[in-house]
Each structure stands twice: as C-alpha cells, then as structure tokens.
C-alpha cells in the first residue's frame, strides 16, 4: 500500500517547482516598446540638431 502522505507532500512540492518556474514574458510590454523607441528617436534628432546647428550653422 502506498503512503498518502507522501503522495500529498510530492505532489504540494511539484506544484510548487511548477510556480518556481522563471515565466517566459517579454522584458518590455508592446506600449513601453514604442514608447522607448519614441524616446531614443526625439533625445536622438535633439543631438543631430544641436550638432548641426553649433556646426554648420
């Protein structure tokens, strides 16, 4: 016969190995992509722009 006990504890401690799993999400939603991108884009023609003008202007 089989022990119950241990059958419980082994099936708490696979369900928690289960939830200790690292979760496979992206490291930046769909909006803070664009939003990222957005900002690299402006802080980058702000660079080009004061390059330029300080000298070719």
């Known amino acids: 016969m089989r022990n119950h006990k241990l059958d419980q504890l082994c ?3 696979l ?3 289960d939830f200790a799993k ?3 999400q ?3 939603t ?4 664009i ?3 957005l900002m690299i884009l402006i802080v980058a023609s702000a ?4 390059t330029f003008t300080t000298y070719y202007g």
């Open 15 to 17: 369900q928690a190995s």
């Open 11 to 13: 099936a708490k401690r």
């Open 47 to 50: 660079i080009s722009y004061m």
């Open 22 to 24: 690292p979760k496979h």
């Open 35 to 37: 939003t990222a991108i």
């Open 30 to 33: 769909r909006g803070e992509l």
């Open 26 to 28: 992206p490291l930046l």
